[in-house]
């Protein structure tokens, strides 16, 4: 597509279910990154994801989280058990590889996850 | 680790007032830069990003940034600001490592508050 596409755009959950959440990024992009942003917080990061090389997990706040890409196409993030403070926005981001101009990074639009 | 400060967390300008925003990276290899708005409500946008040359760099909306490596810093500008620029500011670095493992870190974010 023509950005980075992510689903659901909204999730409100009960506390204790698991969610799932999908980016689909830039055709061509190699990297591909997971944050999370709380209400009023900066930028968290979860993952990261490049080619074929083993993922960056270092982000991920617990065991809870987990995360996968299939090849260099589609990811999902998956929150198992969910907390009250898993609630906040979780962007999704790709990029191509290299140091070159056309290495921006860009954003979806983010799913909002409300756990009740 | 790198790490990228913002060290002003919330700044409250009047209109036609100039702009300056820090931002500060630890990691001493390659590194691309990158600011990025985010209005209320709305998804992060991409202001201007620098790979390489000049390292004065211009973006959208008037704003510029300028890295000076010998600073670690990529600090940005503007002149006169507007109401509209009331938006949130990320900087954010990416981080070139041997064997081509790259990582973008991102500051915590400037809230900038332009009063009319």
């Known amino acids: 597509g023509a950005g980075v596409s992510q689903s659901p755009s909204n999730k409100v959950t009960e506390k204790g279910k698991d969610v799932e959440l999908r980016c689909d990024p830039i055709s061509g992009h190699t990297a591909l990154y997971w944050y999370r942003q709380r209400l009023g917080q900066g930028l968290e990061f979860l993952i990261y994801f490049q080619g074929n090389s083993a993922p960056d997990k270092s982000g991920l706040p617990s065991d809870r989280f987990s995360a996968e890409r299939t090849g260099e196409s589609v990811s999902t993030l998956t929150i198992q058990r969910t907390q009250q403070e898993d609630s906040a926005v979780y962007l999704c981001a790709s990029s191509s590889h290299g140091q070159g101009l056309g290495n921006t990074i860009y954003f979806g639009e983010g799913s909002w996850l409300t756990v009740v | 680790a790198q790490s990228v400060s913002q060290h002003n967390h919330h700044v409250i300008l009047s209109e036609a007032a100039s702009l300056e925003l820090g931002c500060n990276y630890s990691y001493g290899g390659t590194v691309n830069l990158f600011w990025y708005v985010q209005y209320p409500g709305q998804h992060l946008q991409l202001l201007l990003k620098?790979?390489?040359?000049?390292?004065l760099v211009k973006g959208i909306k008037g704003f510029e940034a300028e890295f000076i490596k010998s600073k670690f810093s990529f600090n940005l500008r503007k002149p006169s600001v507007q109401w509209s620029d009331t938006a949130e500011y990320f900087c954010a670095v990416k981080a070139f490592y041997s064997g081509g493992y790259q990582k973008v870190t991102f500051g915590t974010g400037t809230k900038l508050q332009v009063i009319p």
């Open positions: 620098y790979f390489s040359g000049d390292p």
